[in-house]
């Protein structure tokens, strides 16, 4: 494998259900993130890990929430979502948090839930 | 002040044309600017990117175009392919990226 890799690549979940999406980087970075991506609207950066600590949390519901283990994996756990968070999920890595590093995308997980 | 409008939404352009894709920002302690091209299936990749000490960078038929005083940026895509039909975001940055919400490109054979 090479690159950034997510899975699953379709997830359909109740309101009830949890589940959780997985990323892995093969780059040998420090950071990951977690983006939203929703029709016609601009990317919206979830969450930020530098060296498998959060650094950004740009006011996520805690229905989502992001575990790093280690600095080649990210995961983020859902739980009793909403309708309206329906989306196609993005995981991202780059050298480190820095704004201007060139961030690495996998292909995102399109999450519908019902 | 923490956004960046992009436009048009949508973009048809006839093959061999220039596409031309325009984005306005607020802040000016943004200090780097990239475009990011993303195909369908696929998460966006990092296609050119400028910083606000000059005012245009060219990239085999890719253009950033940088208006420091208007505050504005722009990508341009000479002789258009068909290849060259996917969604383009630009960003602008300080300390984190602000996205703009993306252009589709048609690249009319």
């Known amino acids: 494998e090479t690159g950034v890799t997510q899975t699953p690549r379709h997830l359909v979940m109740g309101m009830t259900n949890k589940k959780s999406l997985k990323c892995e980087q093969h780059l040998g970075h420090n950071a990951m993130y977690w983006y939203k991506q929703s029709a016609k609207k601009p990317l919206e950066l979830m969450f930020v890990?530098?060296?498998?600590?959060?650094?950004e949390n740009n006011s996520v519901p805690s229905r989502f929430s992001p575990e790093c283990p280690n600095s080649s994996h990210l995961f983020l756990h859902l739980h009793t979502l909403q309708p309206e968070d329906s989306a196609l999920y993005l995981c991202?890595?780059?050298?480190?948090?820095?704004?201007?590093?060139?961030?690495?995308f996998g292909p995102g997980t399109r999450l519908t839930v019902l | 002040q923490q956004q960046v409008k992009q436009s048009p939404q949508s973009l048809i352009v006839q093959k061999g044309g220039i596409s031309i894709i325009n984005c306005a920002y607020e802040n000016t302690a943004f200090d780097y600017f990239p475009w990011y091209q993303q195909f369908p299936g696929k998460g966006p990749a990092l296609l050119i990117a400028i910083r606000p000490d000059v005012s245009e960078k060219k990239e085999g038929r890719f253009t950033i175009s940088f208006n420091k005083s208007a505050k504005q940026f722009s990508l341009h895509i000479m002789d258009s392919q068909p290849g060259d039909s996917a969604t383009y975001f630009c960003a602008a940055s300080n300390y984190q990226l602000i996205w703009g919400a993306g252009t589709k490109l048609i690249i009319k054979p």
């Open positions: 991202a890595s780059s050298q480190d948090s820095a704004a201007y590093n060139e961030q690495f």
């Open positions: 890990y530098s060296l498998e600590e959060r650094v």
